[in-house]
């Protein structure tokens, strides 16, 4: 039996929800195909990108078949597709017609999708954008020159997260758009994810003991963002999320992190977020989102 | 890197040059550690490693840790034990502080360092009293217990203490009766130097 799952068609960190939420229904399910309709999507955040990857490899792993994906009506968002190189990621995903990798002109993206597969490709990445970080962050964000390496600090930790914890591959990219309905100004988000064991899965070992039947993704995640918890005994690790949540915090960004069934969130007041979920959809691995808004003109630095 | 035979009463110094602009990931900092430990690990009295920054465009938390931290909590140990080691980070900037105190203090460690500038610079955890005799023998290079105390108007016993509390963390060097920064130490061996550029050595990217 085969299956169609609707894209929503504003696919951002609000729209991956109810992703999720379609595909939990098809784990009930004697399922044997899944298609992905995307063909309504009107508007996808780099979040919202990377999380179709992320559905489209569980729905694979669920269903033992490589789901189909009808792509999107709208020219605009087809095209942004290409330029973020979704297709060639979709290619290790999705059952892709041969040919449907076409090559694009140059991309106006911060960094287009690119799988996280060894600390390889972290150097790769951190290197790849540094000059065109340079260039967003301080012409278009008004952010301070530090902000570049303090970026790619960022960068660099958030992606060692897939290597260090998910025993899976990932995914990272970062655009900027004009946030104008939330904020009336520019944002850069960087998005990464995985499916791998997820946080609860990755302190299980070193922490569920202590929590007992408290132990939960929403407790891991607490114990990892806020405490510097780690799966590892050593006093050295868990320092990347703490840097990671101290950094957002000084460019009054967002920063959300979904693991399982929860999700943990460093608000901003300019976002109306709920800093702790709990009861989502289950799904595995580890999704982050951060937003860091351009700096008002004549802003503090 | 290079590395040079010790002096009269100095230590080996081991200059390691970190020719890479990007200092990301544990594996790398592993390979650089390991690279830096393989240099002095053959040597039987005293050795000083010397990591030099100014190449360095992005360290990240987890290489600090990797490669600092790590490093600095290798020679921390008993002073009974012969062939102390020490490290001096040269060559710091601004940017470079953040990863490199964070992952010293997550282990509540403290390293000797000196900026780009020259200007030197306790980084890491460590007592406000220590930091003050720790510049002032920097600011001296060597120098009697006695004078240093003097120096900073504290009492002998008070500077004595503190002074081998930083010899325990080996953030100073004690060269019998006198007290010597490890800049000062540094600057004594003629092998101070930057060292060429090893591609099979920890200057090499990756693993």
């Not at chain 1, 012409?139 to 570049?148: A, G």
């Not at chain 2, 000062?184 to 050595?201: I, K, L, N, V, W």
Request: charged share 25%; hydrophobic share 40%.
């Amino acid at each position: 039996m085969s299956r169609v799952i609707d894209v929503p068609e504003v696919l951002d960190h609000r729209g991956f929800e109810e992703l999720v939420e379609s595909l939990a229904t098809v784990a009930a399910e004697d399922v044997e195909r899944i298609l992905f309709n995307a063909k309504h999507v009107r508007w996808v955040s780099p979040y919202g990108l990377i999380g179709l990857l992320a559905a489209g490899r569980v729905a694979r792993d669920r269903t033992g078949l490589a789901p189909r994906i009808e792509a999107p009506d709208n020219r605009e968002v087809r095209s942004y597709w290409e330029r973020m190189d979704f297709w060639q990621a979709a290619h290790q995903v999705f059952d892709l017609e041969p040919g449907s990798t076409r090559p694009h002109s140059s991309s106006d993206a911060l960094l287009e999708i690119t799988p996280i597969r060894s600390h390889h490709d972290v150097h790769a990445v951190v290197e790849r954008v540094r000059e065109r970080s340079a260039s967003i962050l301080e012409n278009r964000l008004h952010y301070p020159k530090p902000s570049v390496i303090q970026f790619s600090v960022m960068l660099s930790e958030v992606c060692q997260n897939i290597i260090e914890h998910a025993e899976a591959d990932g995914w990272v990219c970062a655009q900027t758009y004009n946030f104008r309905e939330r904020l009336g100004r520019e944002v850069l988000m960087l998005a990464v994810m995985d499916v791998g064991v997820g946080f609860q899965g990755s302190l299980a070992s070193e922490h569920a003991r202590r929590f007992g039947e408290e132990w939960s993704s929403a407790t891991a995640l607490e114990a990892a963002l806020l405490f510097g918890e780690s799966r590892f005994r050593d006093p050295g690790r868990g320092q990347g999320l703490q840097a990671i949540r101290r950094q957002v915090g000084r460019w009054d960004g967002m920063l959300a992190i979904r693991s399982g069934d929860a999700q943990i969130a460093i608000v901003p007041d300019w976002e109306e977020y709920p800093s702790l979920q709990r009861g989502l959809a289950e799904f595995p691995g580890a999704q982050i989102l951060v937003v860091m808004p351009a700096r008002e003109e004549g802003a503090a630095r | 890197m290079t590395a040079t035979a010790p002096g009269a009463d100095g230590p080996a110094v081991a200059v390691a040059s970190l020719y890479q602009e990007f200092l990301v990931t544990r594996q790398t900092g592993r390979a650089v550690r390991d690279g830096i430990e393989r240099l002095i690990a053959g040597r039987r009295g005293e050795a000083l490693a010397v990591l030099d920054f100014r190449d360095v465009a992005v360290i990240d938390f987890s290489c600090a840790d990797e490669v600092v931290a790590k490093l600095v909590l290798g020679t921390e140990v008993e002073p009974t034990v012969p062939g102390a080691r020490f490290v001096l980070v040269r060559g710091v900037r601004e940017h470079h502080l953040d990863p490199v105190e964070g992952a010293l203090r997550r282990r509540g460690l403290a390293v000797a360092a000196e900026r780009a500038t020259g200007e030197p610079i306790l980084l890491g955890e460590f007592a406000p009293e220590s930091g003050t005799v720790w510049l002032e023998l920097c600011r001296r290079g060597r120098v009697l217990a006695t004078d240093l105390a003097d120096g900073l108007g504290i009492d002998p016993d008070a500077c004595g203490r503190i002074l081998e509390d930083l010899l325990r963390r080996r953030l100073v060097r004690r060269c019998k009766e006198t007290w010597e920064s490890l800049m000062f130490t540094a600057s004594c061996s003629t092998g101070s130097d930057r060292g060429e550029p090893d591609p099979e050595g920890p200057t090499s990217k990756g693993e």
